[in-house]
């Protein structure tokens, strides 16, 4: 997952803490969880409630009912990492009423930090890495007998399977469902495969399974998380082989991103699949025409290209430069050229010359894309950036280059917005608009927010739309009455 989607979420949630709504007051304790970061850490959060819930824990959205609070931590820039600890700062004060309240923080900056965490921020009574949620009631228990706990153990084989997520600030529409955890890339400047371990795929028909409920369940759309879903390949688990290594036996009952896409999108062609995030390097024709060949799988990816300057990508240790992404773009737009692209782009990059720079602005011209995550360059320690390169990119430049950057992608998401005007589309719709309680909002196949008058209209209705007006953010229009 490239800092997208770690980021769809980053800055536009700015590690919004999403509260935990109460789940049932049967007199169990109560566990209070606030997320940060990407997706991938949401849904995270939902595995840690179903292991705490089966230990006799409920969720509660009241942190002054609760008797323990966990903070699922992001690790992804300097700032999400002072966000939590400023947020610690908020519970000295309920400790203080209340001593019994254990304190834990989870997630990629507990995985980062480990034992400096609980020397660091002495309000901290409980440490558990991304692969160690299955041991949070023992850590628990530990910390209830007046000590310390930790757990930062990374696994080679945990992808917690068997666990069936507790659906939490759900809106009964969508839903995430990861199918792989860690990352084998090692691009330059990420913390992801210090802080989330090795690549391991999760068994397809466990995903199925996951499916299938949720369909069940009313919910008309999920998201295949990973963080970088073109890997995805299971052929029985265990440690992890390129397709080449396999036995022809091992081949014969492989799983690859294409093969999982198809078994998910066969549920029910009601059910919207989409996935995130895709990875320039690894994406494969068979990947795209198994979109196309799909109905319900949704026509938008999220390709992040962060450079647009072949030497940066390299310093980067992307995995491809220029022309390799422009030929993922050119596929996209053969085989399914209704399909929405947004990506990720990070600016003043270390050695990051005017002329490197100008190279993302002319790739973002010619590709054009629906929306893209645009950050700084923040430097993360232990990287390999961090060890080779210096951070040297002053920031007023970084703040330049960024709102240069900004400024294109507006206008392209004002333009690909505008190519829908008159249109009809189809909107799955997920609830009422912010704006107005007279209007619901939902999205296009491509992703693309729509908001229209309610009428007899509910989530979880699939409504044609004719479009009649849009913004940069959002389509206007209008449900057509059959
Ligand atoms: S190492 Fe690269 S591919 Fe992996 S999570 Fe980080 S940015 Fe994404």
């Not at 991304?130 to 930790?150: C, F, N, S």
């Not at 996935?275 to 196309?292: I, K």
Request: net charge negative.
């Amino acid at each position: 997952m490239s800092n997208h989607t770690q980021e769809l979420l980053e800055e536009s949630r700015q590690g919004e803490a999403t509260l935990l709504n109460a789940i049932t007051a049967s007199g169990n304790r109560k566990l209070y969880l606030e997320s940060y970061g990407c997706q991938m850490n949401f849904s995270d959060s939902e595995i840690v409630a179903s292991i705490l819930s089966e230990a006799g824990y409920d969720t509660t959205k009241n942190l002054y009912e609760s008797d323990v609070v966990l903070l699922n931590t992001c690790a992804i820039r300097e700032n999400a990492e002072q966000r939590v600890r400023q947020r610690l700062k908020d519970f000295q004060g309920l400790k203080k009423s209340n001593p019994r309240l254990v304190v834990g923080v989870l997630g990629c900056m507990a995985e980062r930090l480990k034992e400096k965490f609980l020397e660091e921020e002495k309000l901290v009574d409980l440490v558990a890495g991304p692969d160690a949620y299955r041991a949070l009631p023992d850590l628990i228990a530990e910390v209830e007998t007046g000590q310390k706990a930790m757990n930062v153990l990374l696994s080679l084989e945990e992808t917690y399977a068997d666990i069936n997520p507790v659906r939490m600030g759900s809106n009964g529409v969508s839903a995430f469902i990861s199918i792989m955890r860690g990352c084998d890339n090692m691009c330059s400047f990420c913390v992801v495969p210090f802080t989330r371990g090795r690549e391991r795929s999760r068994d397809p028909e466990s995903i199925v399974k996951e499916a299938q409920e949720l369909f069940d369940n009313g919910f008309r759309e999920v998201t295949l998380l990973g963080q970088n879903v073109d890997s995805y390949l299971f052929y029985g688990g265990g440690p992890k082989k390129d397709f080449k290594q396999l036995s022809e036996e091992e081949k014969g009952r492989a799983v690859n991103f294409a093969g999982l896409l198809a078994k998910v999108a066969a549920v029910s062609p009601l059910l919207r699949v989409r996935f995130t995030t895709s990875n320039p390097g690894d994406m494969t024709d068979e990947v795209l025409e198994t979109m196309a060949a799909w109905p319900n799988i949704c026509k938008y990816i999220h390709l992040p290209v962060q450079s647009g300057n072949s030497d940066v990508l390299h310093r980067m240790n992307r995995g491809y430069d220029r022309p390799t992404y422009m030929n993922r773009i050119a596929a996209i737009r053969r085989i399914m050229p209704d399909c929405a692209i947004s990506t990720d782009i990070i600016t003043g990059f270390c050695g990051e010359t005017e002329e490197e720079h100008k190279d993302t602005l002319s790739l973002m011209q010619e590709v054009g894309y629906d929306y893209a995550y645009m950050f700084q360059y923040s430097e993360r320690p232990r990287t390999l950036a961090a060890r080779k390169f210096k951070d040297d990119v002053a920031q007023e430049e970084k703040n330049r280059r960024l709102k240069e950057i900004i400024q294109i992608q507006s206008e392209w998401s004002l333009k690909r917005n505008q190519e829908v005007l008159g249109q009809t589309v189809e909107v799955l719709v997920e609830g009422v608009s912010k704006k107005s309680e007279e209007d619901l909002f939902g999205r296009t196949s491509q992703y693309k927010v729509v908001v229209f008058p309610k009428e007899q209209f509910k989530p979880g209705d699939y409504v044609q739309v004719k479009v009649h007006d849009c913004t940069s953010a959002t389509l206007l229009g209008k449900a057509l009455t059959s």
